[in-house]
Structure formats: C-alpha cells, structure tokens
T-cell receptor, first 115, second 112 residues
Framework: DTEVTQTPKHLVMGMTNKKSLKCEQHMGHRAMYWYKQKAKKPPELMFVYSYEKLSINESVPSRFSPECPNSSLLNLHLHALQPEDSALYLC??????????????FGPGTRLTVL | AQSVSQHNHHVILSEAASLELGCNYSYGGTVNLFWYVQYPGQHLQLLLKYFSGDPLVKGIKGFEAEFIKSKFSFNLRKPSVQWSDTAEYFCAVHSGTYKYIFGTGTRLKVLA
C-alpha cells in the first residue's frame, strides 16, 4: 500500500481564518514533506520532517506552521494567509529521506483558496 | 546549484504516436532520477525511477526512460501514446539530502 491521504480535498478560507491541513500515511515512512504547487508549476518544497523532527524549512513564512504529532501524521496549520497562498498543497512521505534511493509518495493534495 | 530542465513545455500528439520527453539535470555527484505523472485533477504518481544498474528503466503503463550519464539526461519514452496519457509529466532528481529537485514539467495532450 503506497497511499498518502490528505484532508480536506478543498478548503476556502478568509485572510483572518485559522485552519489546518492534515496528512496521514501508514507505510512506516519516517520522512514526511509539505509541498506547495501553483498552477502549471512544479511542486516547491516547504517543510521536511524526519523522525518527527523538522529537518528542512525552506524559508516559509510563519503564517504556515507545520506539526508532526507522530510518525504517521503531518499537519499544516494556516493563519492569516494571503490570496497569493492559494495553491495545491501536497503531502509526501518516504522511508528515510536522507538516502538518495528514497522514493517519495504523494497524496492527492488540498486545493486551498484564500479570499 | 542543482537544477533540472525539461525543454518541452507543451507537447501535442495524436494517438499511437511515439513520445519522447527530455530531462536534463545539472549535478556533479551521484543522483537518482524519477519521472512522475500528474493526470488532470489527480496527484503525482511515480512512473519510474533510476538508481543504478541498467540505464534503460521500464516503468508503469508502457513508459521507459534512459539514463545517459555523459549527457546528464534521463529522457522519458513511450512507443505509442494513448488519449489517457494526457497529463503533466515531471522529472525529478534526488541527491540524498531530502530534497527532490523537480523540473518545470511537460504538459502532454494526446488527441483521440
């Protein structure tokens, strides 16, 4: 089973709202990722968690706050977003992360619209 | 800095035509290479990957890719495309530090 699930599928929020995106995998992977994908563009890495610790933050604004409560779950907390943050947010997981033979498996994404 | 180039941004083919999508990367060390496909409205799915060994890699749905180290290339091929291959194709490079470097993608449209 190579499934990564994400909820919700779609989210519309105002600039003053607080919301969270959720990601779950049960493949025993210890690395989990958040990507942002704008239309007709490749995914851009935002955060990497390895063994539940934040390993990479690609200079993402603090209005995005990741959390990894356990090895299967990854959240992205959103607060005071801007309309330009509207995008598809993808979660991925991989076995370890640091080995170059690691393969990332992607979830279906959450399509976020900020009004 | 590492980078991945996909020179064909848009490709339009008729069904049964042959497909070749280019991917070139810049990185001097050992890399591992991937092709992902994103069907309309769907998530990224792994098509194939190359780590080592035979430079001709076969993936799902009849796709294959050839790693040519001297040309820093990893081109994707399919002998005969179908309408259902309409999708966006991303090449990615992984050098072992968590990060995938994705190419800008190639949007393929197959006409029935």
């Amino acid at each position: 089973d190579t499934e990564v699930t994400q909820t919700p599928k779609h989210l519309v929020m105002g600039m003053t709202n607080k919301k969270s995106l959720k990601c779950e995998q049960h493949m025993g992977h210890r690395a989990m990722y958040w990507y942002k994908q704008k239309a007709k563009k490749p995914p851009e890495l935002m955060f990497v968690y390895s063994y539940e610790k934040l390993s990479i933050n690609e200079s993402v604004p603090s209005r995005f706050s990741p959390e990894c409560p356990n090895s299967s779950l990854l959240n992205l907390h959103l607060h005071a977003l801007q309309p330009e943050d509207s995008a598809l947010y993808l979660c991925a997981s991989s076995q370890v992360g640091t080995t170059s033979t690691d393969t990332q498996y992607f979830g279906p994404g959450t399509r976020l619209t900020v009004l | 800095a590492q980078s991945v180039s996909q020179h064909n941004h848009h490709v339009i083919l008729s069904e049964a035509a042959s497909l070749e999508l280019g991917c070139n990367y810049s990185y001097g060390g050992t890399v591992n290479l991937f092709w992902y496909v994103q069907y309309p409205g769907q998530h990224l799915q792994l098509l194939l990957k190359y780590f080592s060994g035979d430079p001709l890699v076969k993936g799902i749905k009849g796709f294959e890719a050839e790693f040519i180290k001297s040309k820093f290339s990893f081109n994707l091929r399919k002998p005969s495309v179908q309408w259902s291959d309409t999708a966006e194709y991303f090449c990615a490079v992984h050098s072992g530090t968590y990060k995938y470097i994705f190419g800008t993608g190639t949007r393929l449209k197959v006409l029935a």
